[in-house]
């Protein structure tokens, strides 16, 4: 398996060139397609520069990650911390370091934080480590090195994020969705170790999903590929519509995530116990909805309270009919699923419950992420460690 990042646009350029010479035979289109998925790699500060890649001959799965010698520097960006790592050639982060961080941080203060935790985690035995370049996950839709917007910092639009980091970082840089960087940790030293075709479900505050095929994580047109999180759920109804309060961002209020999120659930509570259903949850929040949780909507449904109950159940249904539907056109070896509700045991019966209503469900294995909330910086600096030969 040979990973690599396909980028959208120039595929898509690709695509078309192929189109207009061939008439648009499928043949032509193909050997193009296979071309881009080959050659095409991430961006780096001269988006017009020949790009390093490895071809799928050139690395077996992750074994051979262990017999080089590069390391690779990884940062993870979001909206209260900046994190970043060293990552020796065995594929282990030697050195971490943290800065805090603001959604309403500009671009340039948050590559400030980022440049004093790298200098950090370089101190010391890093300092003499071969870096081959630094790898940047974040939330969010890119292209070419252009975060177009990110919901960590609600102000960003269309910035030029690979090229200000290179001129503050003096190093080769890439920029990757965290979802997908994520994915490319799991594969390569998490629970999808050895198999080419992954989907990958993050829950939390916002859902995310990424994909990899044939060993090659897909990124679109906006690094935007399979997200999923706004794919609206037909089969569902809010029980009282016109109070309806989980309205998301894109505009539904049936879409995965203002259904099945970590904040939705909640949500979803304080709206039911408004409508007068009782719940021990209100009282371990210290009788103020505001300050429930999901932490106590788990502990509450754990102990047995039927309205925590029902919330944490139903969500991991309408997690499990989007996945089957994910599951269905891209036919996975395997599901990997991460998320703060995974250590709750209930909440995983009912997710596998609700896979098993479908045979796409039955027939695809739900794997829990081994890296946690290391995923996103581990892929960064692994896929970093592709930018020199």
Not at 43 to 64: K, N, V
Not at 122 to 149: F, K, N, P, T
Not at 221 to 239: K, V
């Amino acid at each position: 398996m040979s990973l690599e990042l396909v980028e959208g646009e120039k595929k898509k350029q690709l695509l078309g060139a192929a189109r207009s010479e061939s008439q648009g035979l499928y043949a032509a289109a193909a050997a193009v397609l296979d071309a881009a998925n080959r050659k095409i790699g991430f961006s780096l500060i001269d988006p017009e520069a020949e790009t390093t890649s490895i071809s799928p001959g050139e690395r077996a799965p992750s074994q051979q990650l262990i017999s080089e010698t590069k390391h690779g520097l990884g940062l993870h960006l979001a909206s209260d911390i900046v994190r970043a790592t060293l990552l020796d050639p065995q594929g282990k982060m030697t050195a971490q370091a943290t800065r805090p961080c603001l959604p309403t941080a500009l671009p340039e203060t948050v590559l400030h934080q980022a440049l004093a935790a790298l200098q950090e985690v370089q101190a010391g035995d890093g300092s003499a480590a071969q870096i081959c370049g630094i790898g940047i996950a974040l939330a969010g839709r890119h292209r070419d090195g252009v975060c177009l917007e990110s919901p960590e910092f609600p102000g960003w639009s269309e910035v030029s994020l690979v090229e200000l980091a290179g001129e503050h970082l003096k190093q080769p840089v890439l920029l990757i969705e965290e979802t997908k960087a994520a994915l490319a940790a799991e594969a390569l030293l998490g629970a999808g170790v050895g198999l080419s075709n992954l989907l990958y479900f993050s829950s939390g505050g916002r859902l995310s999903c990424a994909a990899m095929l044939e060993g090659k994580v897909l990124e679109g047109a906006s690094g935007a590929f399979a997200t999923a999180a706004h794919l609206t759920l037909p089969d569902y109804t809010a029980d009282n519509e016109e109070e309806d309060p989980f309205l998301c961002g894109c505009g539904r209020s049936s879409c995965w995530q203002s259904v099945a999120s970590d904040s939705a659930l909640v949500e979803i509570t304080k709206a039911k116990i408004a409508r007068g259903q009782k719940s021990a949850v209100l009282e371990s929040a210290g009788g103020k909805p505001e300050s429930l949780t999901l932490g106590l909507l788990i502990e509450a449904a754990e102990a047995g309270d039927p309205l925590a109950h029902e919330v944490m159940k139903e969500g991991a249904f309408w997690v499990g009919q989007a996945l089957i539907g994910l599951m269905e056109l891209y036919d996975p070896e395997a599901v990997v699923v991460s998320g703060p509700a995974l250590p709750d045991e209930m909440w995983m019966a009912h997710l596998r419950e609700s896979l098993m209503s479908r045979p796409a469900g039955r027939r695809c294995p739900l794997l829990v992420a081994k890296l946690g909330r290391d995923g996103p910086i581990l892929g960064a600096a692994l896929l970093a460690r592709e930018i020199s030969p």
